[in-house]
């Protein structure tokens, strides 16, 4: 039973609108919650984060927002750009213990 | 430059035959961690350190062997391979265990069991 789950498997968004990516748990014990982007041939880069006392957190184009009750956090890029294309991974955190989501492939198109 | 690497990038080996994967980090991280990504899985963490002699499994261990007696390497060890470890693999580190502390990823290593 997958922990961590993001539903969206791919997205496809026009170059300079909002790409939303969703990340769904079930795990009430996450106290952290982070985000990667993967491009191909390479490793995960953490892209931003959030404590599991607050609802959201901003840096630059990217704001993550966190609803604790609903077990649910989403990644907001404004406005996207062709370079956002990869592979994004929702990441909640338990101590030392990561669980990552399977990933939503965003395409950026121009 | 501060990295994490991995060898080898990509490894074919039949089942049985052990191997070890290396990975090095040059940023005096204390904490390391193994995973394997397998699709529609995202990845799964298989052991992690939180400094030298000191391991633990992560969600998947079955199958796998650790070390850490430097800082800066956390090698995986397949004594006895079989194709269910056919997967990509990262190691990561980060500088402790703060939940403000981000991974650093090494570029992944391919392996196929046959």
């Known amino acids: 039973d997958q922990q961590v789950k993001q539903n969206s498997p791919s997205l496809s968004v026009q170059e300079g609108r909002i790409s939303i990516l969703n990340c769904d748990y079930t795990n009430s014990m996450f106290d952290y919650f982070l985000w990667y982007k993967k491009y191909p041939a390479e490793g995960p880069t953490f892209l931003i984060s959030?404590?599991?006392?607050?609802d959201k957190n901003e840096d630059g184009r990217f704001t993550v927002f966190l609803n604790k009750s609903a077990k649910h956090l989403s990644l907001h890029i404004v406005p996207s750009q062709p370079g956002d294309s990869a592979v994004y991974f929702c990441?909640?955190?338990?101590?030392?213990?990561?669980?990552f989501g399977p990933g939503t492939r965003l395409s950026v198109l121009p | 430059e501060a990295q994490v690497t991995q060898n080898p990038r990509y490894l074919i080996t039949v089942t049985g035959k052990k191997l070890t994967v290396t990975c090095s980090q040059n940023m005096n991280h204390e904490y390391m961690s193994w995973y394997r990504q397998d699709p529609g899985l995202g990845l799964r963490q298989i052991y992690y350190?939180?400094?030298?002699?000191?391991?633990d499994k992560g969600d998947v261990p079955e199958g796998y062997k650790v070390s850490r007696k430097e800082k800066r390497n956390f090698p995986l060890i397949l004594e006895s391979p079989s194709p269910n470890q056919t997967s990509l693999y990262f190691c990561?580190?980060?500088?402790?265990?703060?939940?403000?502390?981000?991974?650093?990823f090494g570029p992944g290593t391919r392996l196929t069991v046959l």
């Open positions: 990441a909640p955190r338990r101590g030392q213990n990561f669980v």
């Open positions: 350190s939180m400094n030298v002699e000191v391991t």
């Open positions: 990561a580190s980060s500088l402790g265990q703060s939940s403000t502390d981000t991974q650093y």
């Open positions: 959030i404590s599991s006392i607050k």
